[in-house]
């Protein structure tokens, strides 16, 4: 791990109760990195990883970093009050989306495993900054390799429905299509935590997160039983 402390940072006014993922969606890791420690930016993160998995680390865990900025998950709307903030060196949908590399994603699971040990959060309250700011933001992307996490325990389950029976492998149980309306279904969205106001971008972000091979906005018995299986899986 090397030290590159960032000036933005305050005090925090929550508990961590959430670790929010994100990708530095510049050109080259130099740049992010000037970006994070940069007094002018305004932003920052508690740790910046490489593709090589160096990690680099800006902010102490006990101090408010800026990377959520205006959103809300499951009601919180001071998430970097009650985060840890991860950016993944990668040029992101502007400059050239590359997947993750896995030394990268190796990296980013030891540092969750510690904030785990550290503080009470629960896999479902690790998100993607599109998850909490859906009309902002769409990192990490449809490329964030979710199951991984999920199956280090690391985040929620991603329910796999494409041509996979019920009590599949990945030992998510599948729920069938609840029939909700379009209507229903966003209700059900802010239920599992999204902001809704915007009801398709919230869409776009569920689907980005939790059913990547097509993210279109568009409700269908697959997102909609994915979310169900969610829900029930959360107890809500
Ligand atoms: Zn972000």
């Given at each position: 791990?090397?030290?590159r402390?960032?000036?933005?940072?305050?005090?925090?006014?929550?508990?961590?109760?959430?670790?929010?993922?994100?990708?530095?969606?510049?050109?080259?890791a130099?740049?992010?990195?000037?970006?994070?420690?940069?007094?002018?930016?305004?932003?920052?993160?508690?740790?910046?990883?490489?593709?090589?998995?160096?990690?680099?680390?800006?902010?102490?865990?006990?101090?408010?970093?800026?990377?959520?900025?205006?959103?809300?998950?499951?009601?919180?709307?001071?998430?970097?009050?009650?985060?840890?903030?991860?950016?993944?060196?990668?040029?992101?949908?502007?400059?050239?989306?590359?997947?993750?590399?896995?030394?990268?994603?190796?990296?980013?699971?030891?540092?969750?495993?510690?904030?785990?040990?550290?503080?009470?959060?629960?896999?479902?309250?690790?998100?993607?900054?599109?998850?909490?700011?859906?009309?902002?933001?769409?990192?990490?992307?449809?490329?964030?390799?979710?199951?991984?996490?999920?199956?280090?325990?690391?985040?929620a389950?991603?329910?796999?429905?494409?041509?996979?029976?019920?009590?599949?492998?990945?030992?998510?149980?599948?729920?069938?299509?609840?029939?909700?309306?379009?209507?229903?279904a966003?209700?059900?969205?802010?239920r599992?935590?999204?902001?809704?106001?915007?009801?398709?971008?919230?869409?776009?972000?569920?689907?980005?997160?939790?059913?990547?091979?097509?993210?279109?906005?568009?409700?269908?018995?697959?997102?909609?039983?994915?979310?169900?299986?969610?829900?029930?899986?959360?107890?809500?």
């Amino acid at each position: 791990m090397i030290l590159r402390p960032s000036p933005n940072f305050g005090d925090r006014k929550l508990p961590v109760t959430m670790a929010v993922i994100h990708y530095t969606g510049m050109r080259t890791a130099d740049a992010a990195l000037d970006t994070l420690t940069s007094p002018a930016s305004g932003v920052s993160s508690h740790y910046m990883i490489a593709e090589d998995g160096t990690v680099f680390a800006l902010v102490d865990e006990g101090k408010r970093a800026w990377h959520a900025g205006a959103g809300e998950w499951r009601g919180i709307t001071d998430v970097n009050s009650a985060s840890v903030g991860y950016e993944l060196v990668n040029p992101g949908s502007e400059f050239g989306y590359t997947p993750f590399p896995e030394p990268q994603i190796a990296a980013l699971v030891s540092l969750l495993r510690g904030a785990f040990a550290r503080y009470a959060i629960r896999p479902a309250n690790v998100i993607g900054h599109s998850d909490l700011a859906p009309t902002r933001k769409d990192d990490p992307g449809e490329l964030f390799p979710w199951p991984m996490l999920a199956a280090a325990g690391l985040a929620a389950r991603v329910p796999v429905l494409d041509n996979v029976p019920r009590g599949t492998p990945n030992g998510f149980e599948a729920a069938p299509d609840p029939g909700w309306t379009d209507a229903g279904a966003t209700l059900a969205l802010g239920r599992y935590g999204y902001g809704v106001a915007e009801t398709k971008a919230a869409l776009v972000a569920f689907q980005r997160h939790f059913r990547p091979s097509r993210v279109d906005g568009v409700w269908d018995a697959q997102s909609r039983a994915a979310l169900l299986a969610l829900l029930r899986a959360e107890g809500l």
